[in-house]
């Protein structure tokens, strides 16, 4: 597609149990963000992936979160385990490499994950 | 570490009105500047940014931002408000240095008044 692609785009999940969010990028985008918006809140960086570098993950909020991207494309985040505080809207943004248009990111439209 | 501070949780204008949203930032080195829009339910949109060159930088919908270097600020402007904007806004900073990670404010909701 032409935008970056979330799915789930809602998640309603009880306590304890794992989810996973997905995240498509835009096309030959090389660079791939997490963030999460609480509700009130602004957006906390979560992980960073760059090409075959080795993943920012410093913004990971615990051991119950973690990442992958296969063949530099598609995303997943996993949540173990999770907590009502994990309630938030977890958006996925993509960067091209290039010159010029490579320093803006732009964003999916988020998958709403409410935990009860 | 790099940041960014949108000093007003709300900004109320009249429709017609010029607006302002503020931002400030904090980086090592030189900095990448954006401004997002979120609309209710939605993700973020971008709406301009500030690489290098001129300080008044120009985007969609009618909004420009000035780059004040001395100031490390990058407010977002309008001419005359429409209520088509009322949204939540986010000033973004990126060092252009090297670290890759791009820093948002906490938002500011501009509620803009019929």
């Known amino acids: 597609g032409a935008g970056v692609s979330q799915s789930p785009s809602n998640k309603v999940t009880e306590k304890g149990k794992d989810v996973e969010l997905r995240c498509d990028p835009i096309?030959?985008?090389?660079?791939l963000y997490w963030y999460r918006q609480s509700l009130g809140q602004g957006l906390e960086f979560l992980i960073y992936f760059q090409g075959n570098s080795a993943p920012d993950k410093s913004g990971l909020p615990s051991d119950r979160f973690s990442a992958e991207r296969t063949g530099g494309s598609v995303s997943t985040l996993t949540i173990q385990r999770t907590q009502q505080e994990d309630s938030a809207v977890y958006l996925c943004?993509?960067?091209?490499?290039?010159?010029?248009?490579?320093?803006?990111?732009?964003f999916g439209e988020g998958s709403w994950l409410t935990v009860v | 570490a790099q940041s960014v501070a949108q000093p007003e949780d709300q900004v109320n204008v009249a429709e017609g009105n010029p607006l302002t949203v503020k931002c400030t930032y904090s980086?090592?080195?030189?900095?990448?500047l954006f401004w997002y829009v979120q609309y209710p339910n939605r993700g973020l949109q971008f709406l301009l940014k500030?690489?290098?060159?001129?300080?008044l930088v120009k985007g969609s919908y009618g909004f420009e931002a000035e780059f004040n270097k001395s100031q490390t600020s990058f407010h977002l402007k309008k001419p005359s408000a429409l209520v088509s904007d009322s949204a939540l806004y986010f000033c973004a900073v990126r060092d252009v240095g090297g670290y890759q990670k791009v820093t948002f404010g906490i938002g500011t909701k501009l509620q803009v008044i019929p």
């Open positions: 096309s030959g985008h090389t660079a």
């Open positions: 943004a993509s960067r091209s490499s290039g010159t010029g248009d490579g320093n803006t990111i732009y």
């Open positions: 980086v090592s080195g030189n900095p990448y």
């Open positions: 500030y690489i290098t060159g001129d300080n």
